[in-house]
C-alpha cells in the first residue's frame, strides 16, 4: 500500500499500567505505519497508570516528537481515555487499539485499506487466538445479544482495535462505559461500518484489566444507547407508550373491581363477604394509573427540554453539499 502524503493517521492509545508493553508497542506501530502515510501522531492516554507507564512514555517521546502524552489526574475509564484522546487528536484517519500488545500493529493496513474503499469506520473482529472458556464464552453471548438487539451484524463490539475517519468522532460523544457501542451510534448517524478478521495476541506482560463484570456494565449501557438512538429527538414516543399501557392496565383493573362490585353488593350475584375496598387488585389498579400518569407526564417534560434546545444539535447528519460552480 503506498503512502498518502496528504492524510494525517493519529493513534489513540489509552494506558493503565502497561509499563512493560510500551517499548515494543511502539516499535511495532512506527515499523507497521511506514508507507500509509508521511505523517503520523502517537497519543498517549496515560489513564492513572500507579506503575512506570508515565516515566516510559517520556523516555520515548524524548527520542520522537510524534508522540503526544495525555495524563490524567486518576484512572476514569477508558471511554473517558478515548475523549481525551479523540479531543486533542488531529489526523483525517483516527485509530483505536490496546497498549497490551493484544492487538497486532501488523494489522494496521488492513483498517486503512477498509477506509480506503470508502467505509467510515472499521472494527476488528478477533476470530483467532486462544483464550479461557470463561472468557470467551460471555463475550459471544454478549456480541450475539448485541447483534439481535440492534441489528448491526459485527461479531466483536468489544475489540478495541478500530479505525475512524474524522468526521465519526466529530458527531459523537462517548461516555460511561459506551466506547464499545461507538459503532451502533456511528450507524445510527449514517455512517458506514464494517469489520475485518485479525488474530488475538496473548499477552506477554502485565496483567489483564477485564472481568466478569464488564459484560454486566455493557448489557445496561446497551439500553443507554438504544434510548440514544431511538428516542433521543422524541422521548414522548418510548415514555408515553410506556404511560399508555400501565394506565390501560390499570384502567382495566380498576373497571373490573367496579363491575364485581355492582353485581355483588347489588343482589345480582349477591354476596355479604365481598369487599372492593380489600381487594389488593384495588391498590394495584390505582397504583398503574399513577404510573402511567407520571411516565406520560415525564416525556411531555422531555419533549419541551428537547424543543427549547433543538439548536444545540441537529437529528440528521450530513455527508457532503454538492454546489453548481
Partial sequence: MQADARRVISFVLPVYNEEGNLPALYEKITAAVTGLSDDYELLFVDDGSTDGSLQTLETLQANDKRISIIQLRRNFGKAAAYNAGFEHTSG????????????????????????????????????????SMDKTLPSKLFNRVVRAVTGISLHDFNCPFKAYRREVLDEIDVYGELHR??????????????????????????????????????????????????????????????????????????????GAHVLYNFDVLADPTWNIHNRPMLTLGLLLLIMGAQFFSIGLLAELLITMNASSGNGYSVKKIRKRS
Fill in 92 to 131: 483525517d484517519i483516527v485509530i483505536t487499539m490496546d497498549t497490551d500488545l493484544q492487538d497486532d500493529p501488523d494489522e494496521i493496513p488492513l483498517f486503512i485499506e477498509q477506509i480506503d474503499r470508502g467505509f467510515d469506520m472499521v472494527c476488528g473482529w478477533k476470530h483467532k487466538g486462544k483464550g
Fill in 181 to 258: 457501542y461507538i459503532p451502533v451510534l456511528a450507524v445510527s448517524r449514517g455512517f458506514t461500518v464494517t469489520e475485518v478478521k485479525i488474530k488475538n495476541m496473548p499477552r506477554t506482560s502485565g496483567e489483564s484489566k477485564y472481568g466478569f463484570e464488564r459484560y454486566m456494565r455493557g448489557m445496561l449501557d446497551l439500553l443507554t444507547v438504544l434510548f440514544i438512538t431511538r428516542f433521543a429527538k422524541r422521548p414522548l414516543h418510548f415514555l408515553g407508550l410506556a404511560g399508555l399501557i400501565f394506565c390501560s392496565t390499570g384502567f382495566a383493573i380498576l373497571s373490573f373491581l367496579l
